[in-house]
């Protein structure tokens, strides 16, 4: 499994100077090859390099810098394509979708560039690297991280390491291949982990992580943004951005502790766990005004993606369940009817009066969901029966397929969360 280490450099001043120099000279040539690549319809990587690899020697990079700008281009239009075939940069003839279209990807002067082992050694006892710049390769470049970060590092890290400048500060993103512990094949049961703005994330444990404080820190960032905004004085602006990203921060924290105690919970009682698979929902509702800000603030696919990476760490199973009507449905007797959702906290049973959280019983619904669609592949990886010729299995599926059993009620849904 590949997870990422951020460690922050400290270089002195005149390394610092190299370091900027050489991004703002790599991040440069990397538009001129974008620009070739766009006039001339050239993508492949291949054929962009007879292009451009020459010049780009001659500008003073390096062989390997020169390679990694012209394939970082060349993932750059990948990716444009994979989300202009997947819709998300709108329909045909759509504004956002023309605007991308029409003109070469641009790249920011501190957007990040990688570096291979041929361009970057790391010395972990000293805790120090050595990479190629523009001004020639320095050495002793001081970086500072965590205990557990240096061990991973130490331990498990392959392949590129990325450069990047936020805010005046360079930090190297390292890619590491971790280990997976073998997976829990019989749990005992599984954890439903129903996601909602009121209540971030409840468990069929009892588990509830309020969405309260999140969503007050986010209100008073907002507030605080639109005010230095309106004064506009050299001092807001600074103010500003010096708070840039504090709630991507805040809110990325949050995540990381519901998701830690949520796996560990699953650890310790040999059960898996059922989350839902909300992907795509904010595009299938149109809610009200006022409404639309939580909408786009709620990080279900953080907190989701954070759960997945410390569970096949951990060795615990996860699947992925359709959330249709598991707020609407009693985990008591299975009766679905949308008036048995009195409020947004409260369900009540029209068929055999039980009354519960809301949140409660939709996790509850979640887990045995959960329950179904593990079942259903382990019998998917069952060989089938001899049917006078040799053995034949069928086919392999993932254990996360969920039940292909779609909502029509996404905008009811998603109101109940908010």
Request: net charge positive; aromatic share 6%; proline share 4%.
């Amino acid at each position: 499994m590949k997870v990422v280490v951020q460690v922050q450099l400290t270089p002195d001043a005149a390394q610092a100077t190299a370091i900027g120099a050489t991004l703002r000279t790599v991040n440069d040539r990397a538009n001129w090859v974008s620009a070739v690549a766009f006039e001339c319809g050239v993508l492949r990587e291949y054929e962009l390099r007879k292009h451009t690899y020459a010049e780009l020697k001659a500008a003073g990079l390096g062989a390997q810098a020169a390679q990694h700008t012209i394939k970082k281009v060349c993932d750059a239009y990948t990716s444009l394509r994979a989300n202009i075939r997947a819709g998300n940069l709108g329909k045909p003839g759509s504004k956002r979708r023309l605007k991308a279209e029409s003109k070469p990807i641009v790249f920011r002067p501190q957007s990040a560039h990688p570096f291979d082992d041929r361009c970057l050694s790391w010395q972990y006892d000293a805790q120090t690297v050595s990479l190629w710049t523009t001004a020639g390769r320095i050495k002793n470049v001081r970086f500072a991280c965590s205990a557990d970060a240096l061990k991973t590092l130490r331990e498990y890290r392959r392949g590129e390491s990325d450069l990047i400048e936020r805010d005046g500060v360079f930090y190297l993103i390292a890619v590491c291949e971790v280990p997976e512990a073998p997976v829990n094949e019989n749990p005992s049961g599984f954890i439903g982990v129903d996601l909602g703005i009121v209540n971030i994330a409840t468990t069929s444990t009892g588990y509830r992580a309020a969405g309260r404080g999140v969503n007050r820190h986010r209100k008073r960032q907002l507030e605080l943004r639109r005010k230095l905004q309106a004064k506009g004085t050299k001092s807001a602006k600074r103010l500003l951005k010096q708070r840039a990203r504090k709630e991507a921060r805040h809110a990325a924290n949050i995540n990381h502790i519901i998701s830690k105690k949520i796996v560990n919970t699953a650890e310790r009682t040999g059960r898996g766990i059922a989350l839902e698979d909300l992907t795509g929902i904010r595009d299938r509702v149109r809610l009200r005004k006022d409404q639309r800000t939580p909408l786009h603030s709620w990080s279900f696919h953080q907190l989701g993606s954070f759960i997945e990476y410390k569970a096949r760490r951990a060795g615990v199973p996860l699947v992925y369940v359709d959330p249709a009507y598991t707020s609407r449905q009693c985990s008591a007797c299975g009766y679905t009817d949308r008036k048995n959702r009195i409020n947004q906290a409260t369900f009540a049973c029209r068929a055999c009066g039980v009354t519960m959280h809301a949140d409660d019983n939709a996790s509850h619904n979640i887990d045995r969901k959960g329950e179904a669609v593990w079942a259903a592949g382990r019998e998917s990886r069952v060989p089938a029966t001899p049917q006078g010729g040799p053995t034949e299995e069928t086919t392999q599926q993932p254990a996360g397929l969920y039940l292909q059993t779609r909502s029509l009620q996404d905008r009811v849904e998603l109101t109940a969360r908010l």
